[in-house]
């Protein structure tokens, strides 16, 4: 097969296969990650049928890695991690350290190597951010006290990892395995020179991305956005992110991994963010379905039933030594039994991180196969069986409460309220106008004449600096995209304005506002009779067509020139306008005028 063709293959396969395999896990109520890992079993040299290219499997999913180490910059949030760092960076420490020993032990109960348990340990250390993510967010504790903990800690495990892929390469030979990049071939064998060289190749980047990243990459973006080309600044998100990843590797030697964090890390910082984490969101998310199908390929089923009990010691690590590590540190900072629940159950689960390990692990001769194929099993079934821990830890927390004996052991009296960061609070009963051109513009002076709050979403960057000179608030980035309208504080809007006139774009936004606040009033405009009906069956607080309105006016100023007294005209207009929303879709009346002719004679002479 041409090698072009066995690239077509390996990305129509596998994407096909990890739809349909995503679907399935979905419909049994388990995270698609779980399908996406299967369908690369199923192409993967170790079951019948179709056998993908490992190799260019492999390098599709180094770019998923960068894009997702990018997508994790993206979203880092210094000020998440500060609000909640006096359990959430002891406590993910502590527990990494444990599950690290606890995996390492196994692993040198097995007669491993201690490079081979270290590598093992890690990665069954790190919890999965998207499967974390999904979770908190299905049980609506992504903004309590215990999704904040949660993320929080995650933040710092991702943290951690990020310098354990910084350091492994250096370390390796020291550990029984092969080194990696030019700080070891530098350090001649040398352990502290190697370590002493990785550290500062990754210091003089850090501080590169730091001093001159943190001007150059927003700069950029914005001279992007500048053009009013969504293409270009998409191209311009995805440059940075891979050019700055191949560029540390290239002339650093720190890992894409590391040099994609940064590049996100970077622009996170800047108002650009949402909007670049909205259009690089295929993307990546592509890349990372086949980053995990290229898992999948990696792992060999017949583990599970050649080493069942080697299996479940892995999964007994995952789920009961990282909980119960968990609940004693969440509780030894004395906050309640529900916390700890909660994180416990958390973080019972591995993945992206996982993964990444054990490919740096096997490139590095640290892992054997055997560790990957463990690791592998191990993160399909905590994944798999992450939604029944949640549901045994909230019985739990049940069968504790119901006891109030018990339930006063876990009380902590006196103690101190989470360490939430006092962050400005977000507006209260504002106004989000979509779209600022001669309609919202003309509604947007309205609001600032009576000195009412108000916030600008558009697509165009000029537009938006324009109002941000203005004094006038505004966030830039197409309103449909994800973060866009939450960038706006849209869940503590009073009404929502969609002045765009795209009927697609304007259903997406109803819905989407909505959806985030469900009392939220509406006010759209639309050009036809069928969009209207749609959004007035849709509960849409006032739907305005622009032609009809157009006609409106003007029959208000006819009659007038005609002699009808202004309040009857209006209140004749008026009527006519209601009538006319719970009117049959007829177009003889589209455009209002001819309904009101009939009425001519009624007009007084003189």
């Known amino acids: 097969m041409p090698h072009a063709t066995e690239l077509i293959a390996i990305i129509a396969l596998g994407l096909v296969l990890a739809f349909v395999c995503g679907m399935l896990a979905q419909r049994l109520r388990l995270p698609p990650l779980v399908g996406y890992l299967l369908a690369g079993v199923l192409v993967g040299p170790y079951t019948p049928g179709f056998v993908g290219n490992s190799e260019l499997a492999s390098q599709l999913a180094e770019i998923g890695v960068i894009l997702l180490m990018f997508g994790v910059g993206l979203h880092f949030s210094i000020k ?74 995650l933040i710092v495990e991702d943290l951690a990892m990020v310098l354990a892929l910084v350091l492994l390469p250096a370390l390796a030979p020291s550990l029984g395995g092969e080194g990696a990049g030019a700080a070891h071939h530098a350090g001649d064998g040398n352990l502290w020179l190697t370590l002493a060289l990785t550290l500062a190749k990754v210091a003089v980047f850090a501080a590169v991305m730091l001093v001159g990243g943190r001007r150059f990459v927003p700069w950029l973006l914005d001279q992007a956005a500048r053009t009013g080309s969504r293409e270009l600044f998409t191209l311009a998100v995805l440059a940075l992110a891979l050019g700055i990843a191949f560029g540390s590797a290239e ?9 994609a964090f940064f590049a996100g890390m970077v622009l996170a910082e ?34 599970l039933l050649r080493e069942p009990l080697s299996v479940l010691a892995v999964l007994g690590i995952i789920l009961v030594g990282k909980s119960l590590a968990a609940v004693a540190i969440v509780l030894a900072f004395k906050h309640p039994l529900g916390t700890a629940l909660t994180i416990a159950a958390s973080l019972a689960q591995i993945g992206e991180f996982s993964f990444i390990l054990v490919s740096l692990g096997l490139s590095l ?37 119901a006891r109030p004996a018990l339930a006063a052991r876990f009380e902590r009296r006196g103690t101190a309220d989470l360490p939430v960061s006092a962050e400005a609070p977000p507006k209260r009963g504002h106004a989000v106008i979509v779209g600022h051109g001669r309609v919202g513009s003309t509604i947007g002076k309205a609001f600032a004449a009576w000195d009412l709050p108000y916030i600008v979403v558009d697509r165009d960057r000029r537009r938006v600096l324009d109002l941000r000179q203005e004094g006038v608030e505004a966030v830039f980035g197409d309103a449909t995209a994800p973060g866009i309208l939450h960038a706006a504080d849209i869940e503590a809007a009073r009404i929502i304005v969609i002045a765009t006139p795209e009927p697609h774009t304007t259903r997406r936004l109803v819905d989407l506002a909505l959806e985030a606040n469900p009392g939220i009033d509406t006010l759209v405009r639309t050009h036809n009779d069928g969009e209207r009906r749609y959004f007035e069956e849709k509960g849409v607080g006032l739907v305005l067509m622009a032609e009809r309105e157009l006609a409106f006016g003007m029959t208000l100023y006819a009659l007038r020139s005609l002699g009808l007294k202004e309040g009857e005209a209006r209140i004749f207009v008026d009527s006519t306008r209601v009538e006319s929303r719970s009117a049959p879709v007829d177009p003889e009346i589209e455009q209002g005028v001819p309904e009101l002719r009939r009425h001519k004679e009624d007009v007084p002479e003189g």
Do not use: C, Y
């Open 251 to 259: 002339l650093f030697g720190v890992s894409f991994a590391l040099g």
């Open 270 to 303: 800047s108002d650009l963010s949402h909007q670049a984490a909205a259009d690089s969101l295929p993307l990546q998310d592509a890349f990372a379905v086949l980053f995990f199908v290229s898992v999948g390929m990696l792992f060999d089923p017949g583990i």
């Open 365 to 401: 001769k640290l892992l054997p196969t055997e560790g990957r194929d463990l690791i592998l099993g191990g993160a399909i079934l905590s994944i798999t069986l992450n939604p029944l821990f949640f549901a045994l830890t909230d019985w739990v927390g049940r069968m504790v409460a």
């Open 80 to 153: 998440d991690l500060m609000a909640v760092r006096a359990i959430a960076l002891p406590g993910a420490i502590v527990q990494i350290v444990a599950a690290t020993a606890m995996g390492g032990a196994l692993a040198l109960a097995w007669g491993w190597s201690l490079g081979a348990g270290l590598v093992f340990g890690l990665a069954l250390s790190v919890a999965s951010t998207v499967v974390l993510l999904r979770a908190l967010e299905e049980r609506q504790l992504l903004d309590s006290d215990k999704g904040r903990i949660a993320v929080g800690w």
